[in-house]
């Protein structure tokens, strides 16, 4: 029963997000599957890694092809998505945590900075 509720608190969250919440869990949930994989790295357990190294993966390309081309800032960001992108591929053919950690950084290095935009957008720029 508490696993209904905690499903149907995260459908509402996801329905009543604004787009930029939405990209925000987008980046937080990539975070999760990377930090999945990495447990299972640890564990040896190799269907875990390639499950959850494409469930980031996924994401990674949605943050592509979602992005905006009005603005010119967009190759930048194209260009690291695909470096993390081929960071997720590459670390889990070769199954290399050192790979998927530096995938992981550059995602945490995104959704950080998205997180200020965030902030700064919200209180007007101060």
């Known amino acids: 029963?508490?696993?209904n509720r905690a499903n149907d608190y995260q459908k509402n969250a996801i329905l009543t997000a604004s787009p930029s919440e939405l990209?925000?869990?987008l980046?937080?949930?990539a975070i999760k599957f990377c930090n999945i994989a990495l447990i299972g790295l640890e564990?040896?357990?190799m269907e875990k890694v390639n499950t959850n190294l494409k469930k980031a993966q996924a994401i990674i390309t949605e943050l592509r092809i979602t992005l905006d081309h009005?603005?010119?800032v967009w190759?930048?960001?194209d260009r690291v998505y695909d470096y993390i992108y081929r960071c997720l591929v590459e670390g889990n053919i070769q199954k290399d945590s050192e790979i998927v950690e530096e995938a992981l950084?550059?995602?945490r290095e995104m959704r950080d900075t998205w997180k200020e935009v965030m902030r700064l957008s919200a209180?007007?720029?101060k």
């Open 1 to 3: 029963m508490n696993l």
């Open 23 to 25: 990209t925000l869990m």
């Open 27 to 29: 980046y937080d949930g």
């Open 43 to 45: 564990k040896k357990d």
């Open 70 to 72: 009005k603005y010119p």
């Open 75 to 77: 190759e930048d960001f």
């Open 105 to 107: 950084r550059r995602i």
């Open 123 to 125: 209180g007007g720029g």
